[in-house]
């Protein structure tokens, strides 16, 4: 069953392609009604209150994409290094979320030093990892890079992990929900060499019809956009209307 919070996130996301793209005023009304709704199905079960979702969808209608997380594998012979997470007291593989201006590699990089205190070095990308079929429980839709990582000197203790170890592939710990998944990705591409991610269900897709058949100019193209940037600016106040 799908999570509440990521059937608002879709919705959301597909509130805010319609407040950007339709000039309908009726049409309009009804992707503002969507993304009210949306709202209001995030803040089930979350610790904020209504009003506190309604204002972040209303100061944010920038159109809305999967976060990007990473994950760092670091091995030593069958061993993997797993910490355990001071929020859960649960295992898993260090990793977040990457940052503007890192590339992914180096958020991997990163978020080892930050949680473990090894300095590595990315090697290859082991997969890509779809939140919504991970096990993952935090409600997010989350598309996860997972990276086999070189580093050398020993892991400790950092304010996020509470204790990290060396485990055996075939005698993990209790794992964090979402890391399973994550480690069965790690352990099959390390074996073969190939790299995975989640193949994409069938769906019907549409493609977009130039108007007279005459493709806009690439530097027409960046008109719009900018265009459409700037009228999103704008658009809290019409919700708020």
Do not use: C, K
């Amino acid at each position: 069953m799908t999570h509440p919070h990521l059937i608002a996130d879709e919705l959301r996301a597909l509130a805010l392609l319609g407040l950007s793209y339709v000039r309908d005023p009726y049409d309009l009304d009804r992707y503002r009604r969507v993304l009210m709704l949306s709202a209001e199905l995030a803040a089930q079960d979350s610790p904020a209150r209504l009003n506190e979702v309604r204002d972040a969808y209303l100061r944010n209608l920038a159109h809305v994409s999967p976060l990007l997380g990473v994950e760092a594998v670091v091995t030593r012979g069958d061993r993997v290094l797993l910490m355990r997470r001071a929020d859960s007291g649960l295992w898993g593989l260090p990793g977040g979320l990457a940052d503007v201006g890192e590339t992914v590699a180096g958020a991997a990089e990163r978020e080892l030093f930050e949680e473990v205190g090894l300095r590595g070095r990315a090697n290859r990308l082991l997969g890509l990892l779809d939140a919504r079929y991970s096990g993952a429980r935090h409600g997010l839709h989350i598309v996860t890079a997972i990276f086999d990582m070189e580093a050398e000197g020993e892991p400790r203790p950092t304010l996020e992990a509470r204790e990290v170890g060396w485990h055996a592939w075939d005698a993990l710990p209790e794992l964090h929900p979402g890391h399973a998944s994550s480690l069965r990705v790690a352990q099959s591409a390390l074996a073969s060499g190939t790299p995975s991610f989640d193949p994409e269900p069938s769906r019907e897709l549409h493609a977009q019809a130039h108007p007279g058949g005459t493709p806009r100019s690439p530097h027409q193209s960046l008109r719009v956009r900018f265009v459409r940037l700037l009228m999103r600016t704008s658009l809290g106040a019409l919700l708020r209307g």
